[in-house]
């Protein structure tokens, strides 16, 4: 963290820095503790307070002048009064996630993630990332491919995800890239970048993406002139980011992201306004005469933050922000352009807690209280609860987000060493009032910003390496190769049955990959692997005989695909393969037999209301056009047995086109509550490739 005043009551123990060797420390230090016998907690703290980069905030009692500045004062006396932040000196000889838990539902960076570099040289002024990972530290290509070696057969992943704060600045990207293709291309697996910098997009990287498939690219220009981009220190002209556009479209990728600010320092209508010339210079193409496919372009608002330039900057009004955006969204409305902003009142909440004091940790219990909960979803952010809450708790709102700080006031985070020092931001602070640049110290050039000791602590590169031209890739095809396909039988019971289709899919093709079965891809801009699904399954219904095909471009035993269940989720498990043909995968069933056990009551109230004397039971429903269809569920009933005194077997119609679940029968039929039928637990009993033809 680099700032924890607002929370920090809630914490005994905050790490400031690099974790990858305190947290050992950490855990060292609680062992030995807890073996001692003690029950003192603050002994174990004061113990952690000695270690460097740990914050026991209890150990710090904060302090109000008049003017409401918060100062902190150690409670121990000769106690240290600041905070030092660790730095992990050199990435090659950390510890590596390279078997990372692989989660069976679908993250939001469903990849593999390789972390190429920590910390970024490029002097933003808005930046907390780019002051607080300082020195630049990068990983060697060789130790990339041997954690990307260990981790891609553990975790199944089709994407590997080159990480860092400005990726195109690594110094072995080409080379890195081109090993990783040489490797995995074959296997289909994907390279992406996150955010890239403008003028650092070259024919050759976008060679190297577009091997496999074109993953997305964002390009942050940040703002729309150059005179800001030269206030904030963004290091990119207006050519570059028309470049790196340009090449992208005219290499066949049809979506670029783009990332601005509203509210920087010295905004001007002159620089909104750039932002949408800009747009519209990129969507005409006129760097090379091609027409736009599709951009997005993501705006918020500007939020100064702890430990860089900036921090003393006010951030601009509620209203402001509400008027900046607007007239974004009403200038941004042409066609090709995507537009999505930042809700304003989120950006002020955001600005109020990351330059607050410790007032601010019973503004959180109060909103909490209130009902505030999961803010991040749109749909259950409460502006209204929240100003209630500041309300009651007499936070000054402009106090903390719109004023102005003075370079000699007292912040909340003052007592936590960055390593960057405060002169140095106060001289970047100035300049930039002045609109001059401060160069990327990548080059050699110091630019004394106080994290360096040159000893220990120090930039570390790689060398640029090439090695030849991008290579091609030779892929097996559908067309001319000949392929074998296998039909294969899987299970889905007890917990499995609540994970959705999709779910469930990403799970088997992880595993396909992680068994180190050769499935066989599809062609064209996305390559899928040719893995096909019988009808599926609807959440909360079990079944012993579900059916998946999957094409592979290498004769296996049919026996080998059990290795599956190695790396499938419990209840899911391959149960039967066999080898196949089109003709029996295209079968399709005439009605599917289900197993209900309930409760003995739920069952009596079910013969209670039979069907012998009930007319024909009506489901109105809308399909996918939103048109009012209507359904007689009596029609779809095969037949109803009674097994015993738990059980019944039922047997719906599928060849109608219409989709009927065990569940609406139970409540709809047989007239159980939705409670009542939720005890019930339904088993799929009719194996998918046998066709049912007598007519019970």
């Not at 340009?246 to 509203?262: C, E, R």
């Not at 370079?407 to 020092?421: A, K, R």
């Amino acid at each position: 963290m680099s700032n924890p005043e607002p929370v920090a009551d809630f914490f005994d123990a905050i790490v400031i820095g690099d974790g990858e060797t305190i947290i050992v420390r950490i855990a060292e230090a609680w062992i030995a503790w807890n073996q001692s016998g003690s029950k003192d907690k603050n002994e174990i703290l004061k113990i952690w307070s000695d270690l460097e980069g740990v914050y026991v905030p209890q150990f710090f009692k904060p302090c109000f002048d008049n003017k409401g500045f918060q100062t902190l004062v150690p409670v121990f006396p000769g106690k240290k009064c600041f905070v030092k932040r660790i730095i992990e000196k050199d990435l090659e000889i950390l510890p590596f996630p390279d078997k990372p838990v692989v989660p069976y539902g679908r993250p939001i960076h469903d990849r593999l993630r390789l972390e190429i570099a920590r910390g970024c040289t490029r002097g933003c002024r808005f930046c907390q990332a780019g002051m607080i990972y300082r020195p630049v530290r990068e990983r060697s290509v060789e130790k990339l491919l041997s954690i990307a070696e260990k981790s891609i057969p553990q975790t199944g992943y089709e994407d590997i995800s080159l990480l860092s704060l400005s990726t195109g600045d690594y110094g072995c990207l080409s080379f890195l890239m081109q090993e990783l293709m040489a490797r995995y291309a074959k296997e289909h697996i994907a390279i992406s970048l996150p955010s890239v910098r403008a003028g650092t997009l070259s024919p050759e990287l976008l060679n190297f993406i577009k091997e496999v498939r074109k993953t997305g690219f964002t390009i942050a220009p940040e703002a729309g002139t150059q005179r800001l981009r030269n206030v904030i220190n963004k290091n990119v002209s207006e050519a570059e980011i028309i470049e790196s556009v340009s090449q992208s479209f005219m290499m066949g990728w049809q979506i670029i992201k783009l990332y601005f600010m509203t509210g920087l320092p010295t905004e001007t209508k002159e620089d909104l306004q750039g932002i949408v010339d800009l747009v519209q210079i990129l969507r005409k193409g006129k760097a090379t005469g091609q027409r736009f496919r599709k951009i997005n372009v993501s705006v918020t608002t500007f939020i100064p933050k702890p430990h860089v330039p900036f921090q003393w900057a006010g951030q601009i009004s509620l209203a402001q922000s509400r008027e900046n955006i607007q007239r974004l969204k009403q200038d941004l409305k042409m066609p090709g352009v995507d537009f999505k902003w930042q809700i304003p009142e989120v950006s002020l909440l955001e600005g109020l807690f990351a330059r607050g004091d410790r007032r601010l940790s019973r503004l959180i219990v109060t909103a909490y209280q209130k009902g505030c909960r999961f803010d991040g979803w749109t749909d259950h952010f409460q502006y209204s609860k929240w100003l209630e809450a500041i309300e009651e708790n007499g936070i000054d709102l402009d106090f903390f987000t719109t004023r102005q700080r003075g370079e000699t006031e007292t912040l909340p985070w003052d007592h936590i060493e960055s390593g960057v020092t405060k002169e140095y931001l106060i001289r970047e602070w100035k300049k930039a009032m002045n609109g001059q640049n401060t160069e990327d110290c990548r080059s050699g050039i110091c630019n004394d910003c106080g994290v360096c000791d040159f000893q220990t602590i120090k930039p570390r590169v790689t060398i640029n390496s090439r090695v030849g031209p991008a290579s091609i890739i030779e892929r097996k095809t559908i067309n001319g190769y000949k392929d074998r396909m296998y039909r294969i039988t899987y299970t889905k019971r007890h917990q499995a049955k609540y994970f959705g289709h999709l779910e469930m899919v990403n799970s088997i093709l992880k595993a396909i990959r992680r068994a180190g079965i050769p499935v066989l891809y599809s062609e064209g801009f996305h390559p899928k692997p040719r893995v096909s699904f019988d009808d599926p399954l609807p959440i909360g219904i079990e079944s012993d005989s579900e059916l998946f095909t999957i094409r592979v471009t290498d004769y296996i035993k049919p026996g080998d695909m059990f290795k599956l269940n190695q790396y499938l989720p419990d209840g899911i498990r391959v149960v039967d393969c066999r080898i196949t043909s089109k003709k029996i995968h295209s079968e399709k069933i005439s009605a599917i037999s289900y197993e209900v056990t309930m409760p003995e009551l739920c069952l009596d109230k079910c013969k209670k209301d039979g069907l012998d004397n009930r007319d024909g039971i009506v489901l109105e429903y809308k399909d996918k056009k939103g048109k009012l269809k209507k359904i007689d569920l009596k029609d779809m009933l095969y037949n109803v047995d009674i097994i015993d005194d738990n059980r019944m077997n039922i047997v719906i119609r599928n060849d109608s086109g219409k989709t009927i679940r065990p569940f609406e029968i139970l409540t709809h039929v047989f007239s159980l509550s939705e409670q009542e039928a939720r005890q019930a637990t339904v088993l799929k009993t009719t194996p998918q490739d046998r066709m049912i033809i007598n007519n019970v």
